[in-house]
């Protein structure tokens, strides 16, 4: 197939500096959990985005010296000379597909606690560190910004030495030495680095100024720039300052990545800000410098983007997250394949992975993460060793991505589904509120194995046992997923919630089946991720009087790993949800329920005439256990997905592709996946 010509405004060469993008796909930095703890799989990562057609490919943010670091979060290093070798490889395999490698330099002040060195953070003024660590900043005083200075320098040449062509400071996010320096809440100096906006713009003109006298003969110096948002009557708006700034460092910065908020605006989630929720904040930036622009806003749309470039809004097409669902993105528009791009579905499973120290993962690529480890490649598979045939029962995340990634190997593929559509939970869930992007987990696969002549999908074909066989199938799959539990057992109550015969107790497969609750509403959430504060949302939405109960401290807790958890709770807040948090559900009678304190064991009892209880999800695994007990069996019988062991949606898709990938090949002895393991030192 060949490139429409709509799009070759996208493939245009731009000038950056004393360099040249190849075209205008430009993967910021993005966090990624593997940093300086887990190189060779960061290097690779990184390279194959590069294979994949991104112009530009950079780094994470990187740290520029002992004196600010994120332990235990694993960034990028350039403390010194010894973090060469790591940036070496993965400038080389960025530049042996042609493209620009850029990194990010960073300073974070009160952004880091320094955990490992036990260095005190600096900052422009006296205060605890943005963490909720007991730790405080102390105010730099002109030894210390001299030494920031030579911080900058020394790293910018060690990676001009390395070979990136476009080195970064970081000023955005709230979270930056800079960013501090600048703003007026964080920097209460009365010298020359205070006060007035030139003031407290000054240190960061000094560095840009350094670091291009440095390395500006080879390297671009760009910036990434945040605009504060201010609430205003119609909306937010960038502050002004922002503009100011732009203007102040025009001259010095050969191009200016904007980034719009604090990072959970910058990268929210698809369930509050649609694609593209950035653009009319950026608008300005082009009109106030002569330089290129990035900007980001989840784009996956190649019409979106020609329009961004044609309007004059960016001329580079910012993407993490896109670049993290699809590597291959650029190279499918410019082949013509754009049905077969694997779009963002804007759920933050990738930023878990900086929150919780560990390497990315993503919902829609399951080989994320796995490219040197296991070897995985999003986009090519080894194909089959033996002609045989797979019979997948289930056609959830998990089943399609094995159907789809066994079809792509060249097996013979029979996908059984017992309901009307394929998509599973899927399927259900993006009919929740907010949630519709996530259908494309579904639509990616079923386009993808709809190509497939070897893969044939059959759906209401409930299957028994018997009916399995019958398919004499050299391998079966069960991948019939799980359902919510309705006996409240779970981690707070592990032999369940006792319930009186009358009570109307209800699970999220029922009400989103449309099951209508009856009376004041208890959603009691003792799941923690996002499905309690949807079923809260969704009942509230429908004008039930709702009160949403859970031990943890606060609504939806663990999506303060997506970023989203402030907005799930402001949003049930502003819906006149009742929230009782640090609260465990002890009983249901007909017409009330029982509370206790979980730390004092308080009682109280709250009007409940239905109780929709989000406490685990039950393996649906009665067909495997079936087949299982009978003397005749197929060659294999595998479970995957959530029919194994219920958990994410990314772990679903992950479990169907990692079946596909292993089916015939030989099993490793001991760890299967190859390791990063430390050197000892010498003494």
């Known amino acids: 197939m060949t490139r429409d010509p709509r799009y070759d405004i996208l493939f245009e060469p ?51 010296s002992h004196m600010s670091e994120l332990s235990p979060i694993p960034e990028a290093r350039l403390w010194d000379d010894q973090d060469m070798p790591i940036l070496q490889k993965m400038v080389d395999g960025v530049h042996a597909h042609g493209a620009l490698a850029g990194a990010e330099l960073a300073h974070l002040g009160g952004g880091a606690s320094n955990h490992y060195s ?13 963490l909720l660590d007991p730790i405080h900043v102390r105010p730099m005083d002109k030894t210390d910004i001299k030494a920031l200075r030579k911080m900058h320098v020394d790293a910018a040449l060690r990676c001009k030495k390395v070979g990136f062509d476009i080195i970064y400071l970081y000023c955005g996010h709230s979270m930056t030495t800079f960013t501090q320096f600048l703003s007026r809440q964080h920097n209460e100096r009365g010298d020359e680095y205070g006060g007035s906006l030139e003031n407290r713009a000054r240190l960061l003109r000094e560095v840009l100024s350094d670091v291009r006298d440095a ?45 719009v908020g604090d990072w959970p605006f910058d990268s929210s989630t698809s369930r509050f800000e649609p694609q593209g929720y950035q653009d009319s904040h950026l608008a300005f930036v082009k009109q106030a410098t002569g330089k290129p622009v990035v900007g980001v806003g989840r784009y996956t749309s190649p019409d979106a983007m020609v329009s961004l470039v044609k309007n004059g809004v960016i001329d580079l097409i910012g993407a993490a997250r896109p670049s993290i669902a699809d590597p291959f993105l650029p190279n499918k528009i410019s082949e013509g394949r754009i049905e077969d791009i694997r779009e963002c579905i804007g759920c933050n499973m990738c930023v878990t992975g900086d929150f919780l120290a560990t390497p990315l993962r993503c919902t829609q690529n399951p080989t994320m993460g796995e490219e040197w480890r296991r070897g995985w490649h999003p986009e090519r598979i080894p194909p089959a060793k033996a002609v045989e045939s797979v019979l997948v029962v289930g056609g959830g995340p998990s089943g399609l991505e094995a159907a789809r990634a066994l079809g792509q190997r060249g097996y013979q593929v029979t996908l059984a589904e017992a309901e009307a559509e394929t998509g599973g939970r899927v399927a259900v869930e993006s009919r929740l509120p907010g949630l519709a992007e996530w259908g494309r987990v579904a639509d990616y696969r079923q386009y993808q194995i709809s190509q497939m002549a070897n893969v044939a999908v059959y759906c209401q074909s409930r299957l028994t046992a018997e009916q399995v066989l019958e398919f004499e199938a050299d391998h079966v799959v069960i991948a019939t997923g799980s359902k919510w539990s309705a006996s409240g057992k779970g981690r707070s109550n592990p032999h369940g919630i006792p319930t009186a015969p009358d009570a109307q107790v209800l699970t999220p ?111 649906i ?29 990314a772990a679903a898709t992950y479990s169907g592709h990692r079946f596909a990938r292993e089916l015939g090949e030989p099993i490793p002895d001991g760890v299967p996946f190859r390791r990063e393991l430390p050197a000892l030192a010498d003494d």
């Not at 003792?526 to 309690?532: A, E, H, L, M, Q």
């Not at 067909?623 to 219920?646: E, H, N, V, Y």
């Open 509 to 619: 497969d029922d009400i989103s089946a449309g099951a209508i609750p009856r009376g004041p509403v208890i959603v009691f959430d003792d799941d923690y991720y996002y499905i309690g504060g949807l079923m809260a949302e969704k009942l509230r939405l429908e004008g039930h009087e709702v009160t949403y109960v859970t031990p943890a401290a606060d609504v939806s807790h663990w999506t303060h790993n997506t970023m989203e958890q402030g907005r799930i709770q402001s949003r049930l807040i502003d819906l006149g949800v009742n929230i009782v948090p640090l609260h465990n559900l002890l009983a249901i009678t007909g017409d009330m329920a029982e509370l206790a304190c979980i730390y004092s064991d308080k009682r109280q009892s709250l009007p409940c005439g239905a109780a929709v209880l989000v406490t685990m999800r039950d393996a």
């Open 215 to 259: 390395v500006g003969d080879r390297s671009a110096v760009a910036i990434r720039m945040g605009l504060l948002l201010e609430e205003r009557a119609n909306g937010p708006v960038c502050n002004e300052e922002g503009r100011d700034v732009i203007h102040m460092m025009s001259d010095l910065v050969d191009l200016w990545d904007m980034q």
């Open 14 to 64: 731009v000038k950056i500096g004393p360099v040249t993008a190849p075209n205008r796909f430009y993967q910021v930095p993005h966090c990624n959990g593997m940093g300086y703890r887990y190189p060779s799989s960061m290097a690779e990562m990184r390279r194959i985005k590069a294979e994949g057609g991104w112009g530009v490919v950079n780094t994470e943010e990187m740290e520029v």
């Open 621 to 649: 695994d009665d067909l495997f256990t079936d087949l299982s007990a009978m003397a005749q069996a197929p060659k294999s019988l595998t479970r995957i997905g959530d029919c194994l062991a219920p958990g994410t949606i």
């Open 118 to 130: 036990r260095e005190i953070p600096v900052g422009p003024s006296a205060r605890p560190v943005d």
